[in-house]
């Protein structure tokens, strides 16, 4: 009965590297911001080790220090351009420059997982935390109404 709560979404793992640029900036720091990421994107495909030219060079604060790793996403968590980017590559490929409302990115797709049922392995804490819980609930209810039992409550207008 409680299966569907377990489902996971189409996800990937992925990486990037952000050079921003606000909607609002000035069409030629917007310029720049794409030059400067079709640069990184020509250097990333030459060879470049990505994580190291994200470290370097990423101005997303967030992710910049971990090698631009987002870790696992799935639809609707990310702007609808970048979605679309990450979603339509295949592991171990790169995204050619994609502009979004932060800035330019450039995406690597690390792993995809398709859509799928958790396994118990990997929800068994979940589960447990939920049982806890719902006793600790019952606990407190039966406490409460013990408490109501022995009380005089007068209600006052």
């Known amino acids: 009965q409680n299966l569907p709560r377990f489902k996971q979404d189409e996800s990937v793992h992925a990486s990037h590297i952000l050079i921003a640029a606000s909607e609002n900036a000035a ?26 030219v994200a470290r370097a060079e990423s101005q997303d604060p967030g992710t910049a220090q971990n090698g631009g790793d987002l870790g696992f996403f799935a639809k609707g968590r990310m702007t609808p351009a970048f979605e679309a980017a990450a979603f339509k590559l295949k592991a171990g490929e790169i995204s050619g420059v994609v502009e979004t409302p932060f800035g330019f990115h450039i995406i690597r797709v690390h792993e995809r997982r398709a859509p799928r049922t958790a396994t118990l392995a990997e929800v068994s804490g979940q589960i447990k935390q939920f049982l806890e819980q719902g006793r600790r609930d019952q606990k407190l209810e039966t406490f409460i109404q013990q408490v109501r039992g022995k009380s005089k409550i007068d209600i006052l207008v």
């Open 27 to 52: 069409p030629a720091q917007k310029a720049e911001a794409r030059s400067k990421a079709q640069s990184l994107l020509r250097k990333v495909r030459g060879g470049a080790d990505f994580a190291t």
